[in-house]
């Protein structure tokens, strides 16, 4: 697997008010962002989780923790089809 690497600038006064290091934030960032692009159907549950750096498994089990519904997309087939 090839990987890109992205560099984004982030102030620090945003890290000392997380209280935390920019190693640990931009781990937490890219959860967010696997999170978030799961979420509004821009990347399926596996490439999802490639992206946040965990199992598939381990990724749809931290989605109650984000508040996303790990199978909306397949609730919403179903419900389409119903209709």
């Known amino acids: 697997m090839t990987l890109q690497q992205i ?3 982030i102030p620090e006064k945003v ?3 997380e209280k935390t290091d920019a190693e640990s934030f931009g781990r ?3 959860v967010l962002a ?3 692009l799961f979420e ?3 990347l399926s549950s ?3 989780a490639e992206l946040a750096g ?3 498994v381990e990724f749809l089990l931290s989605l109650n923790r984000y508040k996303v519904f790990p199978f909306a997309a397949e609730l919403n087939d179903l419900e389409s089809k119903r209709a």
């Open 15 to 17: 890290l000392l008010a």
């Open 40 to 42: 509004i159907g821009r």
């Open 7 to 9: 560099t984004i600038e």
């Open 34 to 36: 696997a999170v978030k």
């Open 28 to 30: 937490e960032i890219l």
């Open 54 to 56: 965990m199992s598939r």
């Open 46 to 48: 596996g490439r999802a």
